[in-house]
């Protein structure tokens, strides 16, 4: 079974605000901020209430760059994870029960304390790209395999 779920990426000029993930799915990996969409919500208002709730950062507007699928072969999992750039916020970030959010320079980005995928489509979104893809993993830090590819602007 597929679940919808939001991934947002707050930038501010050559600023990235990132999550450090302090339990559950991702623990300890820095991430974006989002989750999974709420029957009867439509995504956006999804990504906008996680972002909130993650991080208080509230979203004036944003962009939809991505939709990645990930499947999780052990876990008989599929995410299609709509991917939102913020760059019109109100609010400073602060910790939340879930997550401790961080700004990095968009070239010191821990990939490395990150998921492994991260480093494929984050340059292209850094990049102001809209992209597709899908990504198989064995356990949560092994790919298997990936598609990804740019969409024309």
């Not at 699928?69 to 029960?97: A, M, N, S």
């Not at 292209?124 to 790209?129: A, E, I, P, S, Y």
């Amino acid at each position: 079974m597929k679940k919808v779920c939001t991934l947002c990426l707050v930038v501010d000029s050559n600023k990235l605000l990132l999550g450090m993930k302090k339990r559950g799915f991702g623990e300890g990996r820095w991430n974006g901020f989002g989750g999974k969409v709420e029957e009867n919500e439509e995504i956006i208002e999804g990504a906008k209430r996680e972002l909130l709730e993650e991080s208080g950062v509230r979203a004036r507007a944003m962009d939809l760059k991505g939709i990645l699928e990930f499947e999780y072969l052990d876990e008989d999992k599929v995410l299609e994870v709509h991917i939102f750039k913020v760059g019109d916020y109100e609010g400073l970030p602060r910790e939340t029960e879930e997550m401790r959010p961080q700004w990095f320079d968009v070239h010191q980005i821990p990939f490395e304390e990150m998921w492994p995928d991260d480093l494929y489509w984050l340059p292209l979104f850094l990049k102001d790209k809209n992209f597709r893809g899908k990504f198989v993993f064995r356990g949560q830090s092994n790919i298997v395999s990936h598609d990804l590819e740019i969409l024309d602007d």
